[in-house]
């Protein structure tokens, strides 16, 4: 098969995960004091799910950009599209560019958005992102059969992503905490986890909530911030609770949170 366009734009303007991963080391490590142990709890190859309590954006950062495998995680759909903001601006019947001379510029911008769009989302992919709709019901205006049916595939996929040797990050609190303090656990991470017939792996962070907002920044608190991150040794498929899938997911999921929230302790 001979190369395409895409092919070759996919070569020339794909960015290796290991440049995102130095620079947010070297700017994570000049603004704050990062600590983190049990990296080696996480297996050299292999699907496995990893999961951690939930304070700030930071979470997430911390735990890419410090582990040496590469990490998928979940993201709203709108991180993956910036440009579809912008285009719907230029589609708007009252936009300028609905009249000469920007409408003949029109297409030409268009097409430059959505090529750039494509590319932003096809690295962030590469890097161990991966698109959801969140809310689906709500933000895509479907039905509550076929939001059931979306996120039964979406659970469908996470469980191929694991069977084929990917390591899945999900925070079982669903979002981020409000107080600081960890809330219950859903039980999502334990039940593809036992689908897929992979270890999962406990982890907890601590100081790292509200420390990447305006104000941790203004007021200096953010600064050389002791962040630590703990990984716990994994659960394997072995050792899950046994029984139906709904309630062994019920009861891994206690374990996990009880697993947790000791490794936030020892993180704090």
């Known amino acids: 098969m001979e190369p395409t366009e895409s092919d070759f734009l996919d070569s020339l303007f794909m960015v290796p995960r290991q440049v995102p991963v130095a620079v947010l080391r070297t700017v994570l490590d000049l603004i704050y004091d990062i600590k983190i142990s049990g990296f080696e709890n996480i297996p050299k190859s292999g699907g496995a799910v990893l999961i951690s309590n939930h304070t700030d954006y930071l979470d997430v950062v911390v735990q890419g950009a410090y582990a040496d495998r590469k990490i998928v995680y979940l993201g709203k759909y709108e991180l993956f599209h910036p440009q579809e903001d912008i285009l719907k601006f230029i589609d708007h019947p009252s936009s300028p560019f609905q009249y000469p001379p920007l409408s003949f510029a029109k297409p030409l911008i268009e097409n430059t958005l959505n090529t750039l769009g494509n590319l932003y989302k096809r690295n962030l992919i590469s890097w161990g992102s991966m698109p959801i709709i969140r809310n689906a019901v709500n ?110 997911s019920k009861d891994l999921t206690e374990i996990l949170e009880e697993q947790v929230r000791i490794l936030v302790k020892v993180s704090s």
């Open 139 to 248: 933000e895509s205006e479907m039905t509550k059969k076929d939001a059931m049916q979306y996120y039964e595939q979406l659970e469908n996929y996470m469980v191929d992503l694991l069977k084929a040797g990917e390591i899945v990050s999900i925070y079982p609190e669903g979002t981020r905490t409000e107080s600081g303090e960890m809330g219950p656990f859903k039980a999502l991470p334990a039940k593809i986890a036992i689908r897929a017939g992979v270890p999962i792996i406990p982890s907890g962070i601590g100081g790292a909530w509200k420390m990447s907002t305006p104000e941790a920044f203004l007021t200096g608190k953010a600064f050389r911030a002791k962040i630590r991150y703990t990984i716990g040794k994994p659960i394997l498929p072995q050792d899950f609770p046994q029984g139906p899938e709904k309630k062994a």
